[in-house]
């Protein structure tokens, strides 16, 4: 099995370490963590892994906010069993550079 390459994110404010914020519906934070490496997906696309361990169970979904990006809603019991949990973003490329 081949080993993802890693990337770099388009946008600048997210990276390797950018804060995770995990908020319940009403927008309040209940978990915090930050971003891992990022791995190519092997298109144009750059995603980041990350891993809270202190969400509290008593939410069905949470919706997590990284920088200045559109939240993603998540399942948290999909979480809780080892789901995929990944914020994808443009890659650099090199026909492209940072703005």
């Not at 914020?21 to 934070?29: E, M």
């Not at 915090?32 to 069905?60: Q, R």
């Not at 809780?80 to 492209?96: F, Q």
């Amino acid at each position: 099995m081949a080993v993802p390459a890693p990337c770099t994110s388009a946008v600048p404010d997210i990276h390797a370490g950018s804060e995770v914020k995990i908020a319940d519906d009403t927008g309040k934070t209940i978990a915090t963590g930050a971003l891992g490496d990022g791995v190519a997906d092997g298109g144009t696309k750059c995603n980041y892994p990350f891993e809270i361990s202190n969400v509290p169970g008593s939410f069905d979904t949470v919706v997590v906010l990284v920088g200045l990006q559109p939240a993603a809603k998540f399942s948290t019991s999909e979480l809780r069993e080892g789901g995929t949990a990944v914020i994808s973003v443009p890659a650099v490329t090199a026909s492209s550079s940072p703005s």
